[in-house]
């Protein structure tokens, strides 16, 4: 098993790069065209009304001053996604401190028919969480407080306001014996409020499932400025309609999210990580089968990235001391991994302690097994904290290791799993030498993250892209979101996805909650239904 001992040295690096790269002071043109999506033209809706000095003072009074940002810097931060591809010009952003406040700024907005846009940490990538012309901004951070924390039989509930940091509430149920079932790369940043809102995924889905199931209740104010309070904690109520999943993934389109109870379960005493290497996408898949067969009761994850993922990583600056400023992984021969041309596969394994060393062992023999049947090429074990978070911190730091490259399109589909690189190679056909396709991401559920990676934005390169890459997606029976939401970027394309009807029906609810149409308008849906409607 000395093969799988991780080397003395292992990849060290920051699991943040440098400051995000602002590619271009406007992405938008006057026409409201944004380049980086094929044809999506945004018209601002004329029937919105525009920020007056009245507006401001009723928000004084009712926020106090510290409530009210107008302060050029910050709005140019809370306006601009954190990948610099969407900007609006809102003049105000609005930061209450309790559900009341967010209720009566929408009851006044609503009246004034004022649009707004809520925004919690503002991580998104499909542009669902800034402003596209002058909506007002809903911050909801400073409603950051942990109401209740019930340790039950089984699991705990949480309880608390939607401004709580992720990464926050992580430590909190660490302290307490207990985790998340949600875990991000942008954890140190996103809020728990739009984590639900988005329906994010993340790195524990494998195990844990979408928030849909973790989620047991919550706060919802509607546009008009009602409180809906269907914040349970039981894992079962049967009564009437469960309107809380209307809110999980409708990306603040129906209301805004302002306390949430989740379901957490038990902290187990150990954990491992291997990070493996296979010969080509069929050996990963049959790993995956294998892995669920013989280990299910203890994977947590099971990711991927492909040889340009990994020749990213190995390449950029961020990296270590060794080799001319880089420092690589190695296996007890000596052999240097980064540089195989192969997919590489993070698995994490969580198992208790008490019987650590029996799935210790039935791990060890798993990847014994693997390597001695051709599945497995390379690969190490961690053997302390510090490899395992070195071994996420590839995978985690693969959006902003993008971002430095240059350009990026990004896509976030799921699909098939016996399909899922067969898009990866198409698409490299499809592009040719204009530009790198770079692929990751969660291998043991299905969801695939398609990266195109240019020198920078180029519209010859976008109509390669699209409409190619949602008409395939949909040929196979694929979303074209799997867990990042629909937004701006890919509103109008939701019908590669869903039904006429379903979308009809989508339409009719927004027009119900929201008859007035100013909760993250453009957004999820395409703009020129929601009119007809």
């Excluded at 000095?53 to 709005?75: C, H, N, W």
């Excluded at 998104?124 to 911050?139: A, H, K, T, Y």
């Excluded at 299910?296 to 600056?317: K, P, Q, R």
């Excluded at 009809?504 to 100013?518: H, T």
Aim: with cysteine; aromatic share 8%; proline share 3%.
């Amino acid at each position: 098993m000395e093969k799988w001992r991780a080397a003395d040295r292992l990849l060290k690096f920051s699991s943040r790069f440098a400051s995000a790269v602002n590619w271009n002071n406007s992405c938008k043109s006057k026409q409201g065209k944004y380049f980086y999506s094929v044809a999506t033209t945004v018209h601002r809706n004329p029937l919105f009304s525009i920020i007056s000095p009245d507006d401001i003072s009723y928000f004084k009074t009712l926020l106090g001053e510290r409530g009210v940002v107008q302060d050029a810097l910050a709005l140019d931060a809370a306006n601009t996604d954190w990948m610099g591809k969407y900007r609006g010009s809102s003049k105000l952003l609005l930061q209450p401190k309790n559900t009341e406040e967010v209720s009566q700024i929408l009851k006044y907005c609503n009246s004034r028919c004022l649009a707004v846009v809520p925004q919690g940490g503002n991580t998104g990538l499909v542009g669902g969480s800034v402003p596209v012309f002058d909506e007002v901004i809903i911050n909801v951070g400073l409603m950051r407080n942990i109401l209740s924390f019930d340790k039950v039989i089984v699991s705990g509930v949480l309880v608390c306001e939607a401004g709580c940091i992720l990464e926050n509430l992580i430590s909190f149920l660490d302290d307490e014996g207990f985790i998340m079932p949600l875990d991000l790369g942008a954890k140190g940043s996103c809020q728990i409020g739009g984590n639900v809102s988005t329906n994010a995924g993340g790195l524990r889905l494998l195990r844990y499932g979408s928030l849909h199931g973790s989620v047991l209740g919550l706060e919802a104010v509607l546009a008009n400025g009602t409180v809906l309070d269907m914040l349970g904690t039981l894992r079962k109520d049967n009564t009437g309609y469960d309107l809380k999943h209307l809110f999980i993934g409708s990306e603040g389109s129906l209301g805004i999210v302002t306390k949430v109870s989740i379901l957490t379960p038990p902290k187990l005493s150990s954990v491992n990580i291997a990070f493996l290497a296979c010969e080509d996408y069929t050996s990963c898949q049959k790993l995956l089968l294998e892995a669920k067969k013989k280990l299910g009761g203890i994977l947590s994850a099971f990711e991927f990235l492909d040889s340009d993922a990994m020749s990213l990583v190995s390449s950029t600056t961020f990296l270590g001391t060794e080799n001319h400023g880089q420092e690589v992984i190695k296996d007890k021969h000596g052999q240097d991994f980064t540089s195989i041309d192969l997919r590489a596969l993070p698995l994490e394994f969580w198992y208790s302690y008490a019987s650590g060393s029996i799935f210790m062992e039935n791990l060890e023999a798993f990847l014994l097994h693997s390597v001695e049947s051709g599945l497995v090429a390379n690969g190490v074990l961690a053997q302390d904290i510090n490899q395992a978070s070195s071994f996420w911190h590839i995978r985690e730091g693969l959006p902003e290791a993008l971002m430095k490259a240059g350009a990026v399109y990004k896509y976030d589909l799921s699909l098939p799993l016996e399909k899922m690189y067969d898009l990866v190679e198409e698409m490299r056909v499809q592009i040719g030498p204009a530009a790198k396709v770079v692929a990751y991401g969660h291998l043991g559920d299905g969801n695939l993250h398609l990266n195109i990676s240019a020198p920078a934005y180029d519209d010859n390169i976008l109509a390669k892209i699209e409409p190619f890459v949602y008409e395939w997606t949909s040929k196979n029976r694929g979303s074209i979101s799997a867990e990042h939401g629909l937004g701006l970027m890919k509103a109008a394309k939701i019908h590669y996805s869903k039904s006429p009807e379903t979308v009809q029906v989508m339409a009719s609810i927004k027009k119900l909650l929201d008859p007035n149409g100013i909760l993250n308008p453009y957004k999820v849906l395409p703009s020129s239904l929601l009119s007809q409607n």
